[in-house]
């Protein structure tokens, strides 16, 4: 079968391009060589935003983008994605107050908020937000930006694809491809070492941190584009506060860093700017990328945050195109897509940068590139379509939610919120005629065998990490134990029934 569109690389850049190609009708191969969004996809700080400090660096046009898709996604997806407020303490040695006010109301009126509500002025010695910071922060204001659980849009749009006949193949490496006849013909290999050869039309390169080692060692190009890899760090420490809402606080170096309210029992921290050499898929945070995030946000809490409030950390790394910036925080977040087609043969396109806001948008660029390869392909659809599990208003997630309890009432509230937020509306296909707990099979922690069964049906999941950090972050909760049997469950089943996790 020749296709029309191979991608290489299942994170989101290349599932948001497979899920808009697909509803095209255009026939689309992607091949993930490990699990879908197991490099950069999952390791963000796992926001929807604009960039607030993107304006500093005049970048306007991405900006305005991010802060318009923020609704579009918002609306697309809202079980995984919803509002936050953050809290921008005054720092007085820092950018003066006017400066602040006036990115602020760039930022809410760029790019035509609707649904968000805007920035407004806080009092931090009345407000519930200054109890924890120090009693020298007395003003602040508050903005609008949203959450998302990043490794689930990848899988979600992945879904998506499918579902509209694309080829979803994870553990899944591309070894070689070659231009022959007017097309290329790719050769793949599989986790269990079967070699296949794929031909496709047009090539696209979204291997993320790995997209300038595919243009050397698959495709051969001897002067591949150049990619910066800047790795971001996280830690997540004890919670810090009881409240729901966000802070970000300017730095004396000119960085900004967040704490977000995460998993119930935790607060995030993030995120460093750092270079990186070596390999891209196994990033670690340092001790001086430690010992910055601590001193940063201890500089604003009453409380010093400390070494032994870590819980976890991670780090992934951002490939943004090489644009010779002196500084990592400086390189633009903007993406860059580049097309090498030599006069009469097949094309390629090259993914460089890019971010999880603008990930749609991106996917339409790239496909408005190569529009003249699939003269057949249909306009763009999917400004106003919804993920799987996302087909409700944005303002009814509580409704739901309170619908669910009572519907599961044989779940503890708790676990029916957490899968409400994790499937929507998908929730009924896992639960479906279950009256009781046991009729969903044995439990692990809070999963269950009918849990853990339709994601190995649905969401190209084969051991225990792809639940344990990729679908959820689980991890952070369940015991040494839970996890132990959780880990021999999958491999037991997976070595009875492979080809149950292989959808597409």
Partial sequence: MMYDLFIIGGGINGCSIARDAAGRGIKVFLAEMNDLASGTSSASTKLIH???????????????????????????APHIIWPLRFILPHHQGLRPRWLIRLGLFMYDHLGGRKILPPTRSVDLTTDVTGTSLKQEFTKAFEYSDCWVEDSRFVVLNA??????????????????????????????????????TIETKVLLNSAGPWVSEVLSTVIGRNDPDKIRMVKG??????????????????NADGRICFAIPYENDFTLIGTTDEDHKGDPGKPKITEAETTYLLAAVSEYFKKPVTRNMVRWSYSGIRPLYDDGASKAQEATRDYVLKVDQPEGQAPLLSVFGGKITTSRKLAEHALEKLAVFFPNATAPWNRNAQLPGGDFAVGDVAKHIEAKKKAYSFLKPANVVRMFKAYGT???????????ASDLGKFFGPVSEREIEFLRANEWVTCA????????????????????????????????????????
Avoid at 50 to 76: D, M, P, T
Avoid at 185 to 196: A, C, K, L, P, W
């Fill in 50 to 76: 604009g960039g607030l400090r993107y304006l500093e660096h005049y970048e306007f046009r991405l900006v305005r983008e991010a802060l318009i898709e923020r609704e579009v996604l918002l609306k697309s």
């Fill in 465 to 504: 990490d792809d639940i344990l950090w990729r679908r959820s972050k689980l991890g952070l909760h369940m015991s040494a134990e839970e996890q132990s049997a959780l880990q021999d469950y999958m491999s037991d089943n997976v070595a009875k029934n492979p080809k149950k996790s292989a959808k597409k």
């Fill in 233 to 250: 760090s996280h830690l997540v420490v004890d919670k810090l506060y009881d409240h729901d809402r966000c802070y970000i606080f300017q």
């Fill in 159 to 196: 879904r998506d694809a499918a579902k509209r006949g694309a080829v979803i193949r994870t553990r899944t490496k591309v070894q070689s491809a070659r231009r022959i006849d007017g097309g290329w013909s790719v050769d793949i290999v599989g986790d269990d070492g079967t070699m296949e």
């Fill in 426 to 436: 998908e929730i009924d296909k896992i639960l479906g005629e279950a009256r009781f």
